[in-house]
C-alpha cells in the first residue's frame, strides 16, 4: 500500500481558485462558439480518437475514451454529431449516466495536432438506422449511436499536448514502464489461476476482433 | 495489371453534375502514369484511412492524368464525404492500380447501358469504341440530366439513347432485346436492380453480358420476422427478426456454406422457389437466387430449394 509522506491537501474555496489564477482573456472567453463551422468540422473529420465525459445524477462523474476510423464521429449537421457505440466490454457507464443526465463533455485528438477541440453539450442514444448507416465500418453498423446536441465548441491551446510530447516517437518508450493489463488484472484477482499470461493472451485474441 | 501502390497528387476537382464531381489526379513527381484500357478502376485511399474504388472516366491516352467521377451519397460512410467536403486540390493520395475487370476490347455494336454514376465505368470505353468506328450504342439512364454527368462529352454523331426519370423517360430492356441481334456484347454498370433488370432482359444464352455494380446505396433495412420453408426437406423455420436466414437455418440443422457472411463472396447462394427475397447482398443476386448470409424475405414465406 502506498503510503502519503504528507498530510492529506485541504481544498481551496473558489474565490481563492481565482485570485491565485487571475482571468481569462477576452479572447479565450470569446473563443467560445455554439455550432461547428467548416473548420471545426475538418477537425473532427480527421480525428481518430476522443474522451467523453458524463455525470450521473446521484454525483459520480466518469469519463471514457472512443477510437476508431478519424472522422468516426460524424457531423449530422453544424449542431449534432453522431458517436457510433463499437463493441466493449459493456460496462455503459456513459449510457447509464446520460439515461439520468444528458450532459456530455468531449474532447477531440488528431495524431500529431497541438490543439485539442472540446465539444459540450447534450446526449441521447439512438437506433435510427440511417444514422447508424453512416456510422458503419469494416462493413458493421454499431448497434447505437450517442447523438450530441452541441452547446458549446472551442479550442484548447496546445500547451498540455506540447508539454507532454505526446506525439513525439520517443515518447512511447514510457509504456515499457507501465505493467501490462495482464498484469495489472492478476494482481487484482489474487488467484493461481489468473496468471498475466493468460489475460494478456486473452485480451490479445480479442483485440483481434474491433468491429 | 498494376498492383503496386503510388502517390498522386489531387489536380482539380470540378462539379460534374449534381452532387456529383470530377477529381483530377496526376503524378506528384510528374511522371507518366501507369498505363490503362478503358474499363479500367483505381483504389484511392483517402487521408481518413478509407480505400474506395473509382472507375477512370477520363481520355485513356493521357499520360499525366486519371480522372474520376464521385457521388456525394446521402448516406456516405465517410467516402464520398470526405471526397466532396474534405478534399482539396494539392492533397497527396495513395493509389493502387489501375485493374479492370471488364474485357480489355468490346465487340463492334456492343451497347453500353449505364445508370447514374454507373457512366464512369463505360465513358471511356463506349468513346474508345465510336472513336475506332465500332459504332457501339449507349443507354444511359438517370433520376434528370442536371444529376447525370459527362452529357456534355457524348459526341453528337453517336448513338445515344439518354432516358431521365423525372422527364418520365425510361428505358425498355425487353424491346431493345427484342430487335437486337443474337451475340450482340452488352456491358452495363449501375445499380444493382438496374444490372438485375438487364441480366433477366438480355440472357446470357442470347447475349454476350458484361455486368458491373456498385455497391448499391447504402441502405438502413429493418428486419421483420418471416417463415422459410425448405421444398426437399420439407422443413420450416421462423426467421427471427434478430438472427439471419442462414442462422434461423443452422439453428434447424440445415447449415450452408459459408464464406464472407456479407453479401460479397457468394458462396451461400440458394434458389428460391417462391415468395419474394429482400436482396441486402453487394453483389446483386440473379434473378431466382438469393444469399442468405445478409438477404432475408419481404413476403411472410419464402420456399428454398433446401
Redesign the interface.
Known amino acids: 500500500m502506498l503510503q502519503n509522506t504528507i498530510a492529506r491537501p485541504a481544498p481551496l474555496t473558489h474565490a481563492r481558485v481565482r485570485e491565485l489564477i487571475g482571468e481569462p482573456d477576452q479572447s479565450a472567453i470569446d473563443k467560445v462558439q455554439d455550432r461547428i463551422d467548416p473548420h471545426i468540422?475538418?477537425f473532427i473529420?480527421?480525428s481518430p480518437f476522443l474522451a467523453i465525459a458524463t455525470a450521473h445524477a446521484d454525483g459520480t462523474a466518469d469519463s471514457s475514451p472512443r477510437g476508431d476510423?478519424?472522422?468516426?464521429v460524424k457531423v449530422l449537421d453544424d449542431q449534432t454529431l453522431a458517436i457510433p457505440d463499437r463493441i466493449g466490454n459493456n460496462r455503459i457507464d456513459t449510457f447509464e449516466n446520460l439515461a439520468s443526465d444528458p450532459r456530455i463533455g468531449l474532447l477531440f485528438l488528431v495524431p500529431g495536432h497541438r490543439e485539442t477541440l472540446r465539444v459540450n453539450g447534450r446526449a441521447y442514444l439512438t437506433e435510427d438506422?440511417?444514422v447508424?448507416?453512416?456510422?458503419?465500418?469494416e462493413?458493421k453498423a454499431p448497434r447505437l449511436a450517442i447523438i450530441v446536441e452541441v452547446e458549446e465548441v472551442f479550442i484548447h491551446c496546445g500547451r498540455a499536448v506540447l508539454r507532454s510530447r505526446l506525439w513525439d516517437q520517443d515518447s512511447t518508450a514510457l509504456a515499457e514502464h507501465v505493467p501490462s493489463i495482464g498484469e495489472i488484472v492478476a494482481a487484482q484477482y489474487h488467484r493461481e489461476d489468473v496468471t498475466a499470461e493468460a489475460v494478456d493472451e486473452g485480451i490479445e485474441s480479442a483485440y483481434k476482433n474491433l468491429y | 495489371m498494376n498492383t503496386d501502390s503510388e502517390l498522386l497528387i489531387v489536380d482539380d476537382m470540378s462539379p460534374a453534375a449534381e452532387n456529383i464531381c470530377t477529381v483530377t489526379l496526376r503524378s506528384a513527381s510528374q511522371r507518366r502514369l501507369p498505363s490503362w484500357r478503358p474499363g479500367a478502376h483505381i483504389d484511392l485511399e483517402l487521408p481518413n484511412w478509407i480505400t474506395r474504388q473509382y472507375s477512370l472516366c477520363g481520355d485513356p491516352n493521357d499520360q499525366h492524368s486519371y480522372r474520376i467521377g464521385v457521388r456525394l451519397e446521402e448516406l456516405s460512410r465517410g467516402g464520398s464525404e470526405y471526397i466532396h467536403r474534405l478534399l482539396r486540390p494539392g492533397t497527396l493520395l495513395k493509389v493502387r492500380g489501375p485493374r479492370s475487370t471488364f474485357p480489355d476490347r468490346t465487340p463492334a455494336g456492343t451497347v453500353f447501358i449505364a445508370g447514374g454514376i454507373g457512366i464512369t465505368a463505360v465513358l471511356a470505353m463506349f468513346l474508345r469504341d465510336h472513336a475506332q468506328g465500332l459504332r457501339p450504342m449507349l443507354l444511359y439512364a438517370g433520376r434528370s440530366r442536371a444529376a447525370m454527368p459527362f452529357l456534355d462529352e457524348l459526341p453528337e454523331d453517336a448513338e445515344v439513347v439518354i432516358a431521365a426519370k423525372d422527364e418520365d423517360q425510361r428505358l425498355d430492356f425487353a424491346d431493345l432485346a427484342a430487335r437486337l441481334p443474337a451475340g450482340t456484347a452488352i456491358a452495363v454498370c449501375g445499380p444493382s436492380r438496374m444490372v438485375s433488370a438487364v441480366e433477366e432482359a438480355f440472357p446470357e444464352e442470347k447475349f454476350q453480358v458484361h455486368a458491373e455494380r456498385f455497391r448499391a446505396e447504402p441502405r438502413a433495412f429493418v428486419n421483420t420476422e418471416f417463415l422459410t420453408a425448405c421444398a426437399r426437406s420439407g422443413m420450416e423455420v421462423t426467421v427471427g427478426e434478430h438472427e439471419s436466414l442462414m442462422g434461423a437455418l443452422a439453428r434447424a440443422d440445415r447449415p450452408l456454406a459459408a464464406g464472407c457472411r456479407e453479401g460479397v463472396c457468394g458462396s451461400c447462394e440458394v434458389r428460391v422457389l417462391s415468395g419474394e427475397p429482400e436482396h441486402r447482398d453487394l453483389i446483386g443476386a440473379p434473378p431466382g437466387k438469393m444469399y442468405p448470409c445478409v438477404s432475408r424475405s419481404s413476403s411472410e414465406r419464402l420456399v428454398l430449394d433446401l
Request: net charge positive; hydrophobic share 30%.
Open positions: 468540422y475538418r473529420a480527421h476510423y478519424p472522422g468516426f438506422p440511417n447508424l448507416t453512416r456510422l458503419e465500418a462493413g
